[in-house]
């Protein structure tokens, strides 16, 4: 079983949607990374949480560590938002072990 | 520009061949993070550098090695390559556990 299971695996869109994607992990955690990684193959890292909550721009993610869940939401979706979204924690040490990823797509 | 440097961009290479990937953190990062991408198996650790020592070793392969040098920046070598090393290597860089993390923009490998 995965330590992080990230939901949906696929997800489509039409351009203006509220989109959310959820990541649950097994254990107890220093912190949780959203990353993005475009078609090209290069990984952004978007947030990085502990508690609470984040926003930049369109993006917010959130996190309830006592649930052991994550959110990253993204308001009026445009098809430039169209990647793969990783969701990624840190256990004990400070490396990341990494989600399966969510594979957005955004229409016009 | 993430600030962490990836070289080279695109390797080809024949099985059983020795290749070394190279990683410059960005300026003040400390730990340095090599990540395999494979189409199978996703985002995997391998192995992390801090300050020049090993910090943390993930599912790196025997025939794989890395190090960490003075000025900080880390190679990766991959030796007696096999078709399933075909992958995506990351490095990433970060201050810290909370410092958050920049990736390079990634080699990709291919062993044909």
């Known amino acids: 079983k995965n330590e992080v299971e990230q939901s949906p695996q696929n997800l489509t869109a039409q351009e203006g949607e509220f989109i959310t994607i959820n990541c649950s992990y097994s254990v107890g955690i220093s912190a949780l990374h959203w990353l993005q990684q475009h078609p090209g193959g290069g990984i952004v890292s978007l947030f990085m949480l502990s508690s609470g909550k984040k926003k930049h721009g369109r993006l917010i993610a959130t996190i309830n560590i006592q649930e052991k869940h994550s959110s990253l939401h993204i308001t009026a979706s445009h098809p430039r938002d169209s990647a793969v979204y990783i969701c990624?924690?840190?256990?004990?040490?400070?490396?990341?072990?990494f989600g399966t990823g969510t594979r957005l797509q955004v229409f016009p | 520009d993430s600030g962490v440097t990836q070289t080279p961009k695109h390797l080809i290479t024949a099985t059983g061949q020795r290749v070394t990937l190279r990683c410059s953190p960005r300026s003040g990062d400390l730990s340095v993070y090599w990540y395999q991408q494979s189409l199978d198996q996703g985002l995997q650790f391998l192995i992390q550098y801090y300050n020049g020592e090993e910090r943390a070793k993930g599912n790196i392969l025997e025939r794989f090695s890395a190090q960490q040098f003075p000025d900080l920046h880390s190679e990766l070598n991959l030796s007696s390559l096999e078709l399933g090393d075909s992958a995506l290597y990351f490095c990433?860089?970060?201050?810290?556990?909370?410092?958050?993390?920049?990736f390079g923009s990634g080699t990709r490998l291919t062993v044909v």
């Open positions: 990433a860089s970060s201050v810290g556990v909370m410092g958050g993390y920049t």
């Open positions: 990624a924690v840190i256990f004990n040490t400070d490396k990341l072990i």
